[in-house]
């Protein structure tokens, strides 16, 4: 496989992963198997991509803090090069409470995240690199979305191949549909799941989706948790079913997923190669509590 230097710029995040054991008891206490561990959507698809071979370098903000550190020690561990820009607020944090479908509902503090500067992260981009990786937090986010544009066009300005993964439905509603492909515009690869993609394109059909945001982008790939994933390119879909057996949490299955797909495609692997190493990934993580499965 061929290995190449990715950028990747995201969110600095400490995961608190909470499964109740039964029904939440409002004024007391509820027994719950609760992890700690470094967190962050663009940060989950860096360790994919390292773990395939590539050569990663992951940009963002962050505390000066103990989850700071303990999300740098994660990165290091995994053979990600971390290029963290501090600052006084604190490090992000995300409390995901997990139900007994493995599904998640999450709370969020972004913290430094939304301080994240234009400087930081095109200073990272003077660094030899093949492909540029934006989260779509920092699309999404007001305060970094102009960062995200920036790193985006200077990619695209020196050649370099680009994507972006929408990452949060919610906050896309908010900022609008039309606002985000906006931003996201020329991005080589564009990654969603199913709700993002839907609301993205305005339609309740996840073809419909996928072929409206493919006339728009190079490549679109959909994941769609146990209906498998689905991507376009060139007027071709491909398609490909999940292979998990068992779900306890579905916590960075999806970041796990696009990684994975990612790595093989800047492997100059094939879609469909991407596809299914897509879904060994997400198979992996929804069998345990927390993003690294």
């Known amino acids: 496989m061929i290995k190449r230097r990715v950028i990747v710029v995201g969110d600095v995040m400490l995961d608190v992963v909470v499964k109740p054991h039964g029904e939440m008891a409002p004024t007391s206490d509820t027994p719950s198997n609760i992890r700690l561990s470094r967190g962050g959507s663009a940060a989950n698809m860096a360790v994919a991509l390292a773990e395939a071979g590539h050569f990663v370098t992951y940009v963002g903000a962050a505390g000066d803090d103990a989850a700071a550190q303990l999300f740098s020690n994660g990165l290091t561990d995994a053979g990600v090069h971390g290029k963290l820009q501090i600052g006084a607020s604190s490090t992000g944090v ?14 969020t503090d972004r913290g430094a995240n939304s301080l994240l500067s234009a400087e930081h992260v095109l200073l990272a981009l003077d660094e030899p690199f093949d492909h540029l990786h934006v989260s779509g937090y920092s699309l999404i986010d007001d305060r970094t979305r102009v960062v995200g544009v920036a790193a985006l066009d200077k990619a695209r300005a020196f050649g370099r191949t680009t994507s972006v993964d929408v990452c949060s439905v919610a906050p896309l509603r908010v900022l609008t549909p039309e606002h985000f492909m906006t931003s ?8 969603a799941n199913e709700e993002e993609a839907q609301v993205l394109a305005d339609t309740t059909s996840t073809d419909d989706a996928v072929a409206l945001l493919a006339a728009r982008f190079n490549e679109v790939v959909v994941t769609r948790g146990a209906r498998g994933a689905v991507a376009r390119k060139d007027g071709v879909t491909f398609r490909a079913t999940s292979s998990s057996d068992a779900v306890v949490d579905t916590t960075g299955a999806g970041d796990a997923a696009t990684g994975a797909y990612l ?30 499965g």
């Open 263 to 292: 790595a093989v495609r800047l492997g100059d692997g094939s879609i469909d190669e991407g596809l299914a190493a897509a879904m060994d990934a997400a198979s992996v993580v929804v069998r345990g509590l927390g993003s690294r």
């Open 94 to 107: 995300v409390v995901a409470l997990v139900g007994d479908d493995g599904q998640r509902a999450m709370l």
């Open 184 to 191: 996201a515009d020329g991005v080589t690869c564009l990654f």
